[in-house]
Nanobody
């Protein structure tokens, strides 16, 4: 069974940084693309960043240049380094992967950017 557990969220001032972590189990991690999504209150869940099994990266325009996704295939973790945070980055952030046609999310971690 696929299990994803996010951590690292919190309250940060505008311009600050946070690093999110997602621990994955139940999959052969190195073979799977991993994604970070976020959802703000009253808004749809949006894709923030993707890292492929080969290490290729893609970002939403809204975070490109500020966020960096990375992975550790030894410890089965995916990270999201978030710099220059803005109030509009406030959301619950979710780790995601797709296995055999099913999409899996963790419980999420809350990021609040406020002064």
């Amino acid at each position: 069974q696929v299990h994803l557990v996010e951590s690292g969220g919190g309250l940060v001032q505008p311009g600050g940084s946070l690093k999110l972590s997602c621990a994955a189990s139940g999959i052969n991690f190195r073979l799977f693309a991993m994604h970070w999504y976020r959802q703000a209150p009253g808004k749809e869940r949006e894709l923030v960043a993707t890292i492929t099994s080969a290490g290729g990266r893609n970002y939403a325009d809204s975070v490109n240049g500020r966020f960096t996704i990375s992975r550790d295939n030894v410890y089965n973790r995916v990270y999201l380094q978030m710099n220059s945070l803005k109030p509009e980055d406030t959301a619950r952030y979710y780790c995601n992967t797709i296995r055999q046609g099913s999409s899996y999310y963790g419980q999420g971690t809350q990021v609040t950017v406020s002064s």
